[in-house]
T-cell receptor, first 112, second 117 residues
Framework: AQSVTQLDSHVSVSEGTPVLLRCNYSSSYSPSLFWYVQHPNKGLQLLLKYTSAATLVKGINGFEAEFKKSETSFHLTKPSAHMSDAAEYFCAMDTGRRALTFGSGTRLQVQP | GAVVSQHPSWVICKSGTSVKIECRSLDFQATTMFWYRQFPKQSLMLMATSNEGSKATYEQGVEKDKFLINHASLTLSTLTVTSAHPEDSSFYIC?????????????FGDGTRLSIL
């Protein structure tokens, strides 16, 4: 079965410190993987995507993610958190057969 | 580029009313659009896949007579919640995929918050 698991429902960091949001996937196929960010009462904005090219993917706003097939992971990182990064983050998978499969989301809180 | 516009952004109406939500791809053609529902502090759940010129494909448990989907053109899909009741209150989000296959990401509208009194 295809599934996406976000290991942390809530992550809190201090401004200026690194961010790590964890995502694991399960798929019988070679998936495309995405990270989206959602601010309150807004739709989803694409941060970055992995589509079987380079395993280290750079996205917008300083975020990047590394695809590790051996660990079936696609963790999202940022070297230094900013207050504006506080939001809900969703990892998603696309196997090409249907719509995206989303993880349950991780709420990132950034403390001043 | 790749902007998806969803309208209205917020609607409050009485129980029994039908509500139409529009999803438009502004600068690209979308043969496929998706409708999701999101409950507070939860993830997005796919409701249906809308294909231009054909019937929508509904996910298990989604009432097709309750949630009418029309995808009459390559840039517009509509979701009509018929005879809405308070339990239909939710955040509805549409997305569209550009032509070009699975490597093309989905682009999301800003969502519609539906509140049924």
């Amino acid at each position: 079965a295809q599934s996406v698991t976000q290991l942390d429902s809530h992550v809190s960091v201090s401004e200026g410190t690194p961010v790590l949001l964890r995502c694991n996937y399960s798929s019988s196929y070679s998936p495309s993987l995405f990270w989206y960010v959602q601010h309150p009462n807004k739709g989803l904005q694409l941060l970055l995507k992995y589509t079987s090219a380079a395993t280290l993917v750079k996205g917008i706003n300083g975020f990047e993610a590394e695809f590790k097939k051996s660990e079936t992971s696609f963790h999202l990182t940022k070297p230094s958190a900013h207050m504006s990064d506080a939001a809900e983050y969703f990892c998603a998978m696309d196997t090409g057969r249907r719509a995206l499969t989303f993880g349950s989301g991780t709420r990132l809180q950034v403390q001043p | 580029g790749a902007v998806v516009s969803q309208h209205p952004s917020w609607v409050i109406c009485k129980s029994g009313t039908s509500v139409k939500i529009e999803c438009r791809s502004l600068d690209f053609q979308a043969t496929t659009m998706f409708w999701y529902r999101q409950f507070p502090k939860q993830s997005l759940m796919l409701m249906a896949t809308s294909n231009e010129g054909s019937k929508a494909t509904y996910e298990q448990g989604v009432e097709k007579d309750k949630f009418l989907i029309n995808h009459a053109s390559l840039t517009l899909s509509t979701l009509t919640v018929t005879s809405a009741h308070p339990e239909d209150s939710s955040f509805y989000i549409c997305s569209a995929r550009t032509v070009g296959g699975v490597d093309q990401p989905q682009h999301f509208g800003d969502g519609t918050r539906l509140s049924i009194l």
